[in-house]
T-cell receptor
Framework: EDQVTQSPEALRLQEGESSSLNCSYT??????LFWYRQDPGKGPEFLFT???AGEEKEKERLKATLTKKESFLHITAPKPEDSATYLC????????????FGQGTTLQVKP | GAGVSQSPSNKVTEKGKDVELRCDPI?????LYWYRQSLGQGLEFLIY????????KSGLPSDRFSAERTGGSVSTLTIQRTQQEDSAVYLC?????????????FGPGTRLTVL
């Protein structure tokens, strides 16, 4: 069964304190791993797509990496505006449509 | 350009009533998806429309749920005889093409509360 597990569930950081969020997955043929950011009361906002092990993508203070079993979202020197829930999702080769989401990591960055 | 829009933003209904939720995808996007996000739960896939092909309904939780997409654009999700466990945020997403690995863009969601 295709499955995504994110850890930790919640993370509190001080402004400037770098850290990483983990997304572990089991999927029968990975077609894409997606990271989204979701603010309270809003829909998920697309951040990155990773396709194969070893791939990395960066956007401002965020960097996403991918191995055969997990993905990391590294946050460097976070700011309070980075506070949000970060969602990881996978798309399997057996299904070109649906995304399978993890439960998310809620990040709070204190000034 | 305009993103995915959904209406209404909030819907409160009584148990047993039918509700309709609307989604306007990004112009030109051929694939449309519905997901549900319950309190404390992750996003759960409901249904996927891909161009003119038959929709993938594998995620619909019961036969009280149905969806249609008219003219390859607007979609309506209908829930008949609503139950309290249907209370959730219903999210719509669209993608440019129905291909694996293509990012999906989400709307703001409709928060459904069943009393």
């Amino acid at each position: 069964e295709d499955q995504v597990t994110q850890s930790p569930e919640a993370l509190r950081l001080q402004e400037g304190e770098s850290s990483s969020l983990n997304c572990s997955y089991t999927v029968s043929g990975l077609r894409g791993l997606f990271w989204y950011r979701q603010d309270p009361g809003k829909g998920p906002e697309f951040l990155f797509t990773l396709y194969s092990a070893g791939e990395e993508k960066e956007k401002e203070r965020l960097k996403a990496t991918l191995t055969k079993k997990e993905s990391f979202l590294h946050i460097t020197a976070p700011k309070p505006e980075d506070s949000a829930t970060y969602l990881c999702a996978v798309q399997a080769a057996s299904n070109t449509g649906k995304l399978i989401f993890g439960q998310g990591t809620t990040l709070q960055v204190k000034p | 350009g305009a993103g995915v829009s959904q209406s209404p933003s909030n819907k409160v209904t009584e148990k047993g009533k039918d509700v309709e939720l609307r989604c306007d995808p990004i112009s030109g996007h051929t694939a449309l998806y519905w997901y549900r996000q319950s309190l404390g739960q992750g996003l759960e896939f409901l249904i996927y429309f891909q161009g003119n092909s038959a929709p993938d309904k594998s995620g619909l939780p019961s036969d009280r749920f149905s969806a249609e997409r008219t003219g390859g654009s607007v979609s309506t999700l209908t829930i008949q005889r609503t139950q309290q466990e249907d209370s959730a945020v219903y999210l719509c997403a669209s993608s440019l093409v129905p291909l694996a690995g293509v990012e999906q863009f989400f709307g703001p969601g409709t928060r459904l509360t069943v009393l």
